[in-house]
């Protein structure tokens, strides 16, 4: 299958002002673009490229007063399957584990793995290791957090989630991965496009956030919030948490005016 993506933002800055945009799909899903992936900035603006520590490919751009306009769109291949299940997973020790996953065992400013930890092992600790395990933490955080636009903060965590019992999709993950890695399983926060492929319309489209857990020697992809294997997942950024991959960071005061963010099937495309 063929699915469109991109997104249309319109920020406003009082002053000259200095932004990190990570809103390019990862470096690995370049080669799967059927047609080039389109970023645009206008009106015209200073743009740096390069990659932060986790292979995230970043803009770094310098606005002038007033509006600035990001513009993104791009077509790519996907598989049309859903994610990869794969319930004989095992968990890798931790003297196995490659020196990169070793930081996704940590806490982090929304993960506080290490306040959680009783908790995590009072719910888990008696469960299989594994891909099981993974999938109660899921289930439980599922049951635990009501998905609610309304309720979002940019400061709640993890711990705050479970507190709460509402949140948006950074919550659902930042939540499941403060319980897998205080479990010693490594999980990584994912922030990407997945679009209401497969499933019903589920209203105007955002960007979306998932986790990925790391057992038997490589990463898969899970998700709190749907708690269902979905189709199309396209990858933007990976971190700690959502700390590490915000879609803009401003190094000063601005005013989001216009946020569009498409991920479509290409019907016309699918049926040649």
């Known amino acids: 299958m063929f699915i469109r993506f991109g997104y249309d933002i319109t920020i406003s800055c009082p002053q000259e002002t200095t932004l990190v945009s990570r809103m390019a799909i990862r470096e690995a899903r370049r080669p799967d673009l059927e047609q080039d992936e389109v970023i645009e900035v206008s009106p015209h603006a200073s743009i740096h490229e390069f990659t932060d520590g986790f292979g995230n490919r970043c803009q770094r751009i310098l606005a002038s007063p007033g509006d600035l306009r990001l513009r993104g769109d791009g077509l790519i291949r996907d598989s049309g399957q859903p994610d990869e299940v794969n319930l004989a997973a095992a968990e890798t020790p931790i003297h196995q584990l490659p020196d990169h996953v070793i930081t996704f065992l940590l806490p982090s400013r929304y993960c506080e793995s290490d306040e ?47 507190r709460d019992g509402t949140g948006v999709c950074r919550d659902f993950a930042h939540t499941a991965i403060a319980l897998c890695r205080a479990m010693s399983i490594p999980a990584r926060y994912v922030n990407g496009y997945l679009g209401d492929i497969g499933v019903p319309y589920g209203g105007p489209m955002d960007f979306s956030a998932w986790f990925e857990a790391f057992l038997d020697g490589r990463w898969y992809a899970f998700d709190a919030r749907h708690n269902v294997p979905r189709i199309g997942r396209i990858q933007i950024a990976y971190g700690r948490d959502a700390a590490d991959v915000a879609m803009i960071h401003s190094f000063g005061p601005h005013v989001l005016k216009t946020f569009t963010v498409v991920c479509d099937e290409e019907a016309a495309l699918a049926a040649q």
């Open 116 to 162: 959680l930890g009783n908790l995590a092992w009072g719910l888990f600790g008696h469960l299989p290791p594994g891909w099981a395990r993974v999938q109660a933490i899921c289930d439980h955080v599922n049951a635990s957090i009501a998905f609610n636009y309304q309720n979002a903060s940019s400061f709640r965590t993890a711990a705050g989630a479970l």
